[in-house]
Nanobody, 117 residues
Framework: QVQLVESGGGLVQPGGSLRLSCAASGSILTINLMGWYRQAPGKERELVASITPTWGITNYANSVKGRFTISRDNTKNTMYLRMSSLKPEDTAVYYC??????????WGQGTQVTVSS
C-alpha cells in the first residue's frame, strides 16, 4: 500500500503562484507513475500532469502547459506541482495520485486551490 499526503493549497489572486506537495510513504518502490488530478465543482476529475518516478518523464494537460511544472524529489519521496499564472478556472480540489506496477491506484485526500481576487 501507498499513503499520499498533499499540502500547499490555498487562496491566490489571478496571475499568482502556488506550489503543491505530495509526500508518499509505504511501498513507494512499486510506484511506476504519479500525477496530479483536479476536480472543480460540478465537473469530472481530470488529469493535470503526470511524472514517472524513475526517469522523470512528464505529461501535461493542454490547459496547463507552460504554466504548471510537475517534479519529484526521490530523496524526499515527494512530488510537486508548481503552478504559475493561475487563472480562476484553475480553482479546484487537487489530488495526488499514484499507480503501482500491479495497477493498484491510490489517492491523497485532496487540497483546495482557489484563484480569486
Amino acid at each position: 500500500q501507498v499513503q499520499l499526503v498533499e499540502s500547499g493549497g490555498g487562496l491566490v489572486q489571478p496571475g499568482g503562484s502556488l506550489r503543491l506537495s505530495c509526500a508518499a510513504s509505504g511501498s513507494i518502490l512499486t510506484i511506476n507513475l504519479m500525477g496530479w488530478y483536479r476536480q472543480a465543482p460540478g465537473k469530472e476529475r481530470e488529469l493535470v500532469a503526470s511524472i514517472t518516478p524513475t526517469w522523470g518523464i512528464t505529461n501535461y494537460a493542454n490547459s496547463v502547459k507552460g504554466r504548471f511544472t510537475i517534479s519529484r524529489d526521490n530523496t524526499k519521496n515527494t512530488m510537486y506541482l508548481r503552478m504559475s499564472s493561475l487563472k480562476p478556472e484553475d480553482t479546484a480540489v487537487y489530488y495526488c495520485h499514484a499507480r503501482l506496477r500491479n495497477e493498484d491506484a491510490y489517492w491523497g485526500q485532496g487540497t483546495q486551490v482557489t484563484v480569486s481576487s
